[in-house]
Structure formats: structure tokens, C-alpha cells
């Protein structure tokens, strides 16, 4: 019997199966669809995934375990958005993230997926940590809570819990106070942004947490916003609008040409360095940002900016979106999406994998040391590499 | 556990194997109308060893083998008619050599045309392959399997025409090669060995394509697509006729087509052209223009309907969406060029008796020595009754080119048998002993060209 609550049912026999989703804008190889790199069977291509949707709706197959990973272990990242040729390409996603609305409705996501959006509704971010140690990344900071500055900073919560991306965090506070810029934080007050509750398909629990933030935001005053996260910078600027939340809001890598123009940021001197950066998902295909992180990098002085040969629409993803970060449904294989890409980076010859998002800082800097390039290419996030003293 | 997947499992890897029921319903189905065919086994192996073993594991249990590649014919060659284990051999997708002075490139079989093409472009750009009109996910072993033809049809002739070499799993799992690498050589020629090749458009019946040599050609460094339309479709052959004897295009088609309604009952010939020079293209340009179709243009029968067009990669899966339902099928069939007009009034006529808009191409393949023409059908995936048309209008396709005289090309399971039935006996029976010295359990693709 057809599940007549998916909302893409009109749409969904549309897709072709025809396997452009698989490939950069290059056609270099089927390889740049992340979850299709990792397996390599056409059940996990977006194609074979929609048309498995389809047969679950439709009543020819059964909803399993199985099919359950399949359709989570898309990572949202958009490449089949890109390169899709048909008329509906839009939406292609969002059948995806429609059949993860049905999985929550009938509460048969994957563990994995269930303990993360447990965490952000009971703890208000995905390890399930306590609130109380929201602020642990300030440590030794004096940065002043948000009260009529002229931005929030917002951390986000892999900025604010996972060891490594707590450096990004720190990092990125102290070049906003180097550069003079006003700003605030929450502190402990802080929670989740829902950016990957809404990849993950939970409607409720994303209204709750937007609804949150929103007001929070509105009571204290907030205007203007900047991300640590691309993710974070996606929600406040694509996802909140639907629940009345407006907020003048930026990445923060879109405010450094500007401050580095101005003098306020002094890029540091490195000696003959050579630099590649990772578009992050929710920066570049999803939000068309490609050039500021890009013109910050260009401005340290001593140091070679080298491009992948996947990058900008064509950035292979790191795996780590739609909160597989945390649930690794892509993970434990050298064809996991952070390998490949890792592998993508040390063949550059660079010395630095420059990102943007504490997420792909995360996934890059574990596949570096599992591919053992942990000599050869450090992986640092562009507020740590502008925060060096110059 | 099942002692076959565990067995698939230790050759290939547990993340490359699946008996699971939604890889399994994956890949029953094909792009197409046919009916979904459901494996019990579906592996991807990365090495022709690992190919070799599982041909031999099928021997063992007397099980089906079906080599898949992109899934592009659509008309279900590589679908489970016997069920057993069907191969996804895209993970097999290296290249291996690329000879640039001896223009050639050896690849492994299960490599996209788009990997190719991309490869070529960054690291040798002054030359390209045969590039069919199929999705860039296409792979080479697939296209070969079915005797396919590429861009390049014009000058080189089919794409099965244009290897150096090939390397083959044979249905009793021996691995052998063909060509000058047969003898350790390099990939450099096919010929003169004595002549084995039984693998070329038998859609895996008879062996399994894991590597290939294939030639190059070269690329110019500019390239422009010229559009001649005329109205009648009885000037079209010799019209064509005139362009081959120029000899200067790189690819020649003539397509009419109801959607978009402008060009409804019109015939476009596309002419693509290239060169390294502004003056060269030009030099063709007048040639085959001001040499050939002036007159058409002076008498009133035809005009230029683009000059210098952009050459985009064929984006033929919007063909699909044109009932906004993701399918359409179509017969290919080599037919003399002569046929053109016949074929587009009787494709259009089938076409309008199932309520699908007609859509005919015609690719010239060689100095004219023939034509693959297609006639292409729209369905909706999701009204069945769409897709009843389709299918029967392919069927009355099929029908209707062995009346006219053509020859199917990579026909499904209903046209293998119309081809079969109008077969010389004697070639019949050659194919028959064929199938059965190289694949005496009949494993291999069971249901397809199958001589009763």
C-alpha cells in the first residue's frame, strides 16, 4: 500500500537513473557522488536511491535496516543537484530528505541517526553532552556574552564539543577581537542550529530547536549573525525565514576580504608554504560561496594557493554532512568520501588542507592521519591559519 | 549463511557483494519497459581475477552470470532473465596505458566514456575516442558488448571497429587476450592474429570484455556543430550522400522530432565539423556548404538552421522526461541511408498510433556504408499503461525493420528472436556451436541470443 504522506510522489518516478549524478562538472568519474564513492553499488547512487524510495512507497519493497542506511547515507551535499540535466534537478534532494521525513514519522531511522536527534532534543546538540560544558572551547578566552554588539557569534555545536574543531572555534574569536569587530557569544545558552535535523528529516524537532533560537535571538536584540559553520550559516540563512526568524547573517569567512582590505586582519608570513582548500558543501553548492574563503587564503603572504582538481561545484564532500559526522554511516573503508578527498589533497603537493567548517576539519584531519599523511599535510581551518600572529 | 555469497564474499570483499532485497530489486531493473528480472546475487569485482573466480564459482553451481556495465542499452540485455549473479563491473575501472604516438588507450572495461573523455581532455587533449550518445556513465566494455557507435561513426565507422585489443573472461573462467597484447606485446593492433573475436555484440553471452585497447583519433582543436533543415524527407539521403563525399564531417545525423513543435515533420541534418584552425573550420565549412548545399538553399528545399554551434556533451536522459516520466526506450537498427525516409514515415506513424511525440535519428556510420536510425519512445514510469505503449510500439519497431529490410541492433529479448527466426540456418547453428564450446553450462547471459 502507497504511503500517501510523501510529499514527492508526483515526482519521484521522474528520475532516469541515468548516473550524471555520480560525476563532478568535469565527468572526471562516477566517483563524486559521496555515498555511490564509498560503496559502489548502484542501490547507494542517488539514482538507485530514489528509485528504492520509490518502490517503499509505492509497497514493492519493505522498509528494512538496510534500506533505512541506504537512504540515510546520502550526505546532502548537493553534487546531484549540480549535475542532474532534468527539469525537477531542484528537488531531487529534498525527495531524499521527504523519505527521511516518513522513516522519522514511523521512528525507523538507523541507531545512529535516532541517538543523534535523541541528543540534540535532550541535550541540544548531537554528542549528548551536558550544556554546561557548551563554553569549555572559551577557555582562556575573555570573550564578553552577546548583549547589544554588533554581531552573535555563533559557534555551533561541533565548534563548541568536538575536541579538534574547538581550536577553530578559539581561533576564530580571537582574529574577530584582533580585527576589532564587535561581538557576543551565548556561552552555555547556546544549542543546536538544526541544520542537520532538517538533513536528517525531523520536521518536529527542527521547528522546536528553530523556534529556540529565534527567539532567543529576538529577545536579545540579535541583527547580525556570524557562523564558525557552514552548516549553522545554512540554517539562519535558508531554514529559519520558514519560521520568521531574519537575521542579517554571515560566515565568517565572508567577512575576512573585507577585514583583511581594511587592515584589520593581518595575514601572517609563511615561508614558501603551499596551501589547497576544501569547499565545504553548505559554503560552496549549497549557498555559492567559493571565492572569500579563497581571497583570505590568497592574502597570507609566502604562501601558494593550489587547487584540487575537484574543486568549487566539483568539491568531492567530505562525508561528513547531514550528520554523518557523528552517525558514520560512510565510514571504515579507504573509499570512505574523507579518504578519497584526503588523498585528493596530498596529491596537490601541498603543505596545508586549508577548510572552512569544523565539520570537514573533523572528517579531513582523521582521514589524514588514517591515509598516514599526517607529515605531509596538516589540515587546518582558515581562522587558524589567519590567527597566527604575523 | 548462504554458501554462495560467502564465497562472492571472499573474492570480492563483503562491502562489494549483496544479496539483500534492495540491492537485488536495484538492479532488476533497467531503464527501459522490460519487465524487472531479479538476480540472486549482485557483486562487483575490481580485477579480472576476481571476475575469473566468480565465473568459475558460477560454473561450480550451475548459476547465471550477468556482466553489467553503465545499464545504458535499456532494452534489458544485462537484466537476470535466469537469475544468479549479476556483475556490476564498474569498479574495474583503471586506465592503464595511454600511447599517444601509436594513438591508443587501454583502459579496463567497466571505465565510464565520460572518465575517458575527461582523461584525454586534461592529459591528451589533441585526441579523443568514439563517444556514444548514451550518458557519460556509459562504460566501454558495455558499448562493445552491444556493437555500439560513437561520434565518430562517420569517419571510423562502429565502435567495435575501433580496438587495438581486448582482454576476456571466457565463460569457463579462463582469462585471454586478443590483439597483438596476446602476445605480451603492447595493445598496438588487433589484426593479423587469426580471427577470434566472438565477444563483440553478443551482450555477454560469451565471454566477459575486462579490458580494452582503444584506438584514438584526433581531436582538433575547435569544433562547431552546422544544422541543415529541410522539409522533405525524401532529399535526406542524398543530401547525406553529398556531405559523405566531402568526407569532412566528423559526425553526420539527421533527426526530426514532434517536440519541440517548431521543428515537427522538419529534418535536421547535423553536421559536426572541427578544426585546428579558424581557416580549417572555415575550409570544411565551404566545402560541404557552398559545395553542397547551395543548390537546396537556392531551389527553396532547405535552409541552414545553425552554423557554429557549441558542441555540448549529448544530454539524452532529457528525452526522458518528456511525459514528465522518467522512461523511453528505442529500437536501433543499421539500415542503408537509402532507408531514412521510409523509416522516419513509418516510425511516425507507430508513433502516433500509441500517443507518444515521434523522435528519429539517423547517425551515418562510415563513407555511408549505413545508418543507425533510431525511433525513440517516451513512457511514464509511473502509468502503466504508458508503458504498455512503448512496448508494443517497440515491438511493432522491431517488426517493422526486418520487413524494411534492416538489421536490429542490440534488440531485446523479443527482437533477438525476430532476428533469429529470419537467421540463415547454417549461421544459426554456427552461433549455437559457438555459444556452447565457449560456454558449455550456458551461464553466461542465459535468455539472450539464445538458438533454440
Known amino acids: ?390 | 549463511m548462504d554458501s554462495i555469497n560467502a564465497a562472492l564474499i571472499d573474492i570480492v570483499g563483503e562491502d562489494y557483494v549483496s544479496n539483500r532485497t534492495e540491492e537485488l530489486f536495484t538492479y532488476s531493473k533497467d531503464l527501459g519497459t522490460s519487465e524487472p528480472q531479479w538476480p540472486d546475487y549482485v557483486a562487483a569485482p575490481k580485477t579480472a581475477e576476481e571476475v575469473s573466480r566468480i565465473v568459475k564459482l558460477a560454473n561450480e553451481h550451475k548459476l547465471a552470470v550477468v556482466p553489467l556495465g553503465g545499464g545504458m542499452s535499456l532494452a534489458g540485455l544485462a537484466l537476470p532473465l535466469r537469475g544468479g549473479i549479476t556483475l556490476d563491473l564498474k569498479r574495474m575501472d583503471r586506465i592503464l596505458a595511454l600511447d599517444e604516438k601509436s594513438r591508443f588507450i587501454v583502459v579496463e572495461a567497466g571505465i565510464s566514456h565520460g572518465k575517458v573523455t575527461a582523461h584525454l581532455h586534461k592529459h591528451a587533449p589533441h585526441l579523443m575516442h568514439s563517444e556514444p550518445g548514451a550518458p557519460a556513465a556509459a562504460t566501454i566494455g558495455g558499448n562493445l558488448a552491444i556493437h555500439g557507435q560513437g561520434d565518430l561513426a562517420h569517419p571510423y565507422g562502429f565502435n567495435s571497429d575501433m580496438i587495438n585489443g581486448m582482454e576476456v573472461v571466457l565463460p569457463t573462467g579462463e582469462i585471454c587476450r586478443f590483439g597483438s597484447c596476446a602476445l605480451d606485446n603492447d595493445w598496438y593492433t588487433l589484426h593479423p592474429l587469426p580471427d577470434l573475436q566472438l565477444f563483440l555484440g553478443w551482450s555477454g553471452c560469451t565471454g566477459i570484455i575486462t579490458k580494452v585497447s582503444l584506438r584514438l583519433f584526433p581531436c582538433k582543436a575547435i569544433a562547431e556543430q552546422d544544422m541543415f533543415i529541410v522539409e522533405d524527407e525524401d532529399l535526406v539521403p542524398e543530401i547525406l550522400y553529398e556531405l559523405t563525399h566531402v568526407g569532412m564531417a566528423e559526425d553526420l545525423m539527421a533527426i526530426s522530432q514532434e517536440i519541440p513543435p517548431p521543428f515537427n515533420r522538419l529534418h535536421c541534418i547535423l553536421v559536426n565539423l572541427s578544426g585546428d584552425s579558424k581557416e580549417e573550420l572555415e575550409f570544411k565549412r565551404k566545402l560541404l556548404f557552398d559545395g553542397k548545399l547551395t543548390k537546396y538553399i537556392k531551389d527553396g528545399t532547405g535552409g541552414i538552421g545553425a552554423v557554429g554551434q557549441r558542441i555540448e556533451r549529448p544530454q539524452v536522459s532529457k528525452t526522458s522526461d518528456w511525459r514528465k516520466g522518467g522512461g523511453f526506450e528505442y529500437v536501433g537498427a543499421i539500415v542503408p541511408v537509402s532507408f531514412y525516409p521510409e523509416c522516419y514515415r513509418r516510425g511516425s506513424e507507430i508513433s502516433q498510433r500509441h500517443g507518444i511525440p515521434y523522435t528519429v535519428l539517423g547517425r551515418v556510420i562510415g563513407s555511408g556504408h549505413g545508418m543507425m536510425f533510431s525511433w525513440t519512445y517516451a513512457f511514464n514510469r509511473a502509468d502503466e499503461d504508458t508503458v504498455r505503449h512503448a512496448r508494443e510500439a517497440l515491438h511493432e519497431t522491431d517488426e517493422m525493420v526486418l520487413e524494411l529490410g534492416g538489421t536490429l541492433w542490440k534488440p531485446a529479448v523479443f527482437g533477438q528472436k525476430l532476428v533469429m527466426d529470419r537467421m540463415d540456418a547454417n549461421t544459426l547453428q554456427m552461433m549455437k556451436k559457438v555459444k556452447h564450446l565457449l560456454d558449455p553450462n550456458g551461464i553466461m547471459n542465459p535468455g539472450n541470443w539464445e538458438v533454440v
Request: glycine content about 8%; hydrophobic content about 35%.
Open chain 1, 1 to 390: 500500500m502507497a504511503l500517501t504522506q510523501y510529499k514527492y510522489m508526483d515526482m519521484i518516478h521522474r528520475c532516469f537513473r541515468c548516473g550524471y549524478c555520480k560525476f563532478p562538472q568535469d565527468w572526471e568519474d562516477v566517483d563524486n557522488c559521496p555515498s555511490y564513492a564509498r560503496h559502489r553499488l548502484e542501490s547507494y547512487s542517488n539514482g538507485g536511491r530514489l528509485w528504492l524510495i520509490r518502490a517503499w512507497i509505492n509497497g514493492e519493497i519493505e522498509l528494512s535496516d538496510h534500506l533505512a542506511d541506504i537512504v540515510y547515507s546520502c550526505v546532502a551535499c548537493k553534487n546531484c543537484e549540480e549535475m542532474c540535466p532534468l527539469s525537477f534537478s531542484d528537488d531531487i534532494l529534498n525527495m531524499v530528505i521527504a523519505a527521511r521525513n516518513v522513516m522519522v514519522e514511523q521512528g525507523r531511522m538507523p541507531p545512529a541517526v535516532k541517538k543523534y536527534l535523541e541528543n540534540v532534543q535532550l541535550h541540544g546538540n548531537p554528542y549528548g553532552l551536558a550544556s554546561k560544558k557548551r563554553s569549555d572551547w572559551m577557555e582562556g578566552l575573555s570573550i564578553d556574552p552577546f548583549k547589544d554588539q554588533e554581531y552573535l557569534y555563533f559557534v555551533g555545536s561541533e565548534g563548541a564539543y568536538d575536541s579538534r574543531a574547538q581550536f577553530a572555534a578559539a581561533a576564530l574569536a580571537r582574529l574577530l577581537q584582533r580585527a576589532e569587530v564587535s561581538f557576543g557569544v551565548l556561552g552555555n545558552d547556546e544549542t543546536d542550529d538544526g541544520n542537520e535535523v532538517e538533513m536528517l528529516g525531523e520536521d518536529g524537532l527542527l521547528e522546536m530547536v528553530a523556534e529556540k533560537n529565534i527567539s532567543r535571538f529576538k529577545a536579545l536584540g540579535v541583527k547580525k549573525i556570524i557562523t564558525l559553520s557552514p552548516h549553522t550559516y545554512n540554517a539562519f540563512k535558508n531554514i529559519y525565514p520558514r519560521f520568521g526568524g531574519n537575521f542579517d547573517v554571515k560566515h565568517y569567512s565572508q567577512l575576512l576580504p573585507d577585514l583583511i582590505k581594511a587592515g584589520r586582519i593581518r595575514p601572517p608570513k609563511l615561508e614558501n608554504v603551499s596551501i589547497t582548500y576544501h569547499d565545504p558543501c553548505f559554503l560552496g553548492r549549497w549557498n555559492g560561496e567559493y571565492n572569500a574563503p579563497r581571497k583570505a587564503l590568497q592574502a597570507i603572504d609566502g604562501a601558494q594557493l593550489i587547487e584540487m582538481a575537484r574543486n568549487r561545484k566539483s568539491a568531492l564532500c567530505c562525508g561528513g554532512g547531514s550528520g554523518n559526522y557523528y552517525t558514520d554511516l560512510l565510514g571504515g573503508s579507504e573509499d570512505s568520501p574523507a579518504r578519497i578527498r584526503a588523498r585528493q589533497a596530498h596529491a596537490t603537493g601541498a603543505d596545508i588542507l586549508a577548510v572552512a567548517c569544523p565539520n570537514c576539519l573533523t572528517m579531513l584531519e582523521d582521514a589524514i592521519k588514517v591515509e598516514g599523511l599526517e607529515e605531509k599535510i596538516q589540515v587546518k581551518d582558515i581562522a587558524e591559519l589567519l590567527s597566527d600572529p604575523a
